[in-house]
């Protein structure tokens, strides 16, 4: 049976990167991506300014949503401190396994929880489920038309304390005009837009980076 494209991407993990070694899984899938296959990873030129938040912010809780294979999982995962965490919820259950094992691959399985299933349910769920209190950071790269209702269902929830940063992907492309739209607007977020490409390609793309005010 035909295998899939997340499939061919851990196969490359495997063989091209060093067991243990983040960074090594980073640069094989980016070169998966650049000479064999397009995929939806955050990619490395954004994935630098999602490095430079991370390091600015140094979380001790993070919240990723959207998880795919892994890839900025494993590359936020390498740069937390000893003691934080990253839950990452992710709908696709195929996605999830193979997320799993890119994870394991890097070593990173003590940093890293996989949650699968709708963001929507599990973000009321948190605090009962993980004992989380607020998210540090929240990394937002899974369907665009969820970013807008799971950031308003964070706020309700509590999960948000005054500081925490909202680093959202795609914002132009596929784009959130909603989420945009609201982020910017809102006197309880400060927004900052940092322009790029859309992954392993020339179109324009960009982060938008929030602070939540409280
Ligand atoms: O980074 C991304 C890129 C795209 C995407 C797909 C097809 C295109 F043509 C352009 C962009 C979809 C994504 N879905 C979820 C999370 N991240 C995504
Ligand atoms: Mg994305």
């Given at each position: 049976t035909q295998s899939t494209r997340p499939q061919r991407l851990l196969h490359a993990v495997q063989k091209n990167a060093t067991r243990g070694d983040p960074r090594s899984v980073v640069k094989a899938i980016d070169n998966f991506c650049r000479q064999k296959e397009w995929a939806?990873?955050?990619?490395?030129e954004k994935g630098c300014i999602l490095d430079s938040v991370v390091s600015e912010v140094n979380p001790v809780t993070v919240l990723e949503l959207?998880?795919?294979?892994?890839y900025s999982t494993v590359r936020i995962a390498s740069l937390l401190p000893p003691r934080a965490k990253i839950i990452t919820l992710e709908f696709n259950p195929d996605y999830a396994k193979i997320a799993r094992q890119v994870i394991a691959w890097a070593g990173l399985e003590d940093k890293i929880q996989v949650v699968e299933g709708p963001s929507g349910e599990w973000i009321p769920k948190m605090k009962e489920q993980f004992?989380?209190?607020?998210?540090?950071l929240v990394f937002l790269d899974h369907w665009k038309d969820r970013y807008l209702p799971d950031t308003k269902l964070l706020e309700d929830c509590g999960?948000?304390?005054?500081?925490s940063i909202l680093l959202a992907d795609n914002v132009i492309c596929p784009g959130t005009p909603d989420y945009l739209e609201y982020v910017r607007n809102s006197p309880r977020y400060k927004s900052q837009y940092f322009k790029s490409h859309l992954e392993y390609t020339k179109a324009e793309d960009g982060l938008e980076k929030s602070v939540f005010l409280g």
């Open positions: 939806m990873n955050v990619g490395d959207g998880t795919y294979c892994g004992g989380v209190k607020t998210f540090d999960l948000l304390r005054k500081g």
